[in-house]
């Protein structure tokens, strides 16, 4: 029963490192998980995932989130970026992160990652585009708005990937641990 429970929170805390690469609630997944073993799983703490593992999870995650609100927002932002910019901007990240996805990179391993993380800040730049030029703005400006909302993702989506890393791997160095006793 416990290498059931054991191998139910590595496969969430995989998931959620993947869907965190998405924009996805990843890293909240991963709480969870690690919380839902702390809680309910008999003998967790002598695993390594008691609940000062769930809480320094739960601190990186909110980290990161708020590391990756502000650099999206200071991204558009900085050039003047209007809110219909901004919501097809978050619209335009989420596409391209699926189509970077599918189309990935010819690197072996990090090829899709790399995919994931350029389409979904393509994606920001286009969709921030699309929305000023929307809004009637000109060219010039619906480019700087763009270029602001690709480097905002870019920056959030490397913060955000460091945070589900950071939780991954504190899973992983707990369960590990019990291991080495």
Do not use: D
Request: include cysteine; charge should be positive; glycine fraction near 16%.
């Amino acid at each position: 029963m416990i290498y059931l429970a054991i191998a139910l929170l590595l496969s969430a805390l995989l998931a959620g490192w993947v869907l965190t690469l998405f924009s996805l609630p990843g890293n909240w997944l991963a709480v969870a998980a690690l919380a839902m073993f702390a809680g309910l799983v008999p003998g967790a703490g002598s695993w390594g995932v008691g609940w000062t593992v769930v809480i320094v999870a739960l601190v990186v995650a909110v980290v990161g989130e708020l590391a990756e609100l502000a650099a999206g927002a200071m991204g558009a932002a900085r050039h003047g970026g209007s809110r219909r910019g901004a919501v097809l901007a978050m619209i335009g990240s989420m596409i391209g992160a699926m189509l970077g996805a599918s189309l990935g990179l010819p690197i072996p391993v990090v090829g899709p990652i790399v995919g994931v993380v350029l389409g979904a800040c393509l994606g920001a730049f286009c969709g921030a585009v699309l929305g000023e030029f929307w809004k009637g703005r000109p060219a010039g400006q619906a480019w700087q708005v763009g270029q602001g909302a690709f480097w905002g993702r870019l920056a959030g989506s490397l913060a955000k990937i460091a945070s589900a890393t950071i939780i991954l791997v504190l899973g992983l160095a707990a369960l590990a641990s019990s291991f080495f006793q």
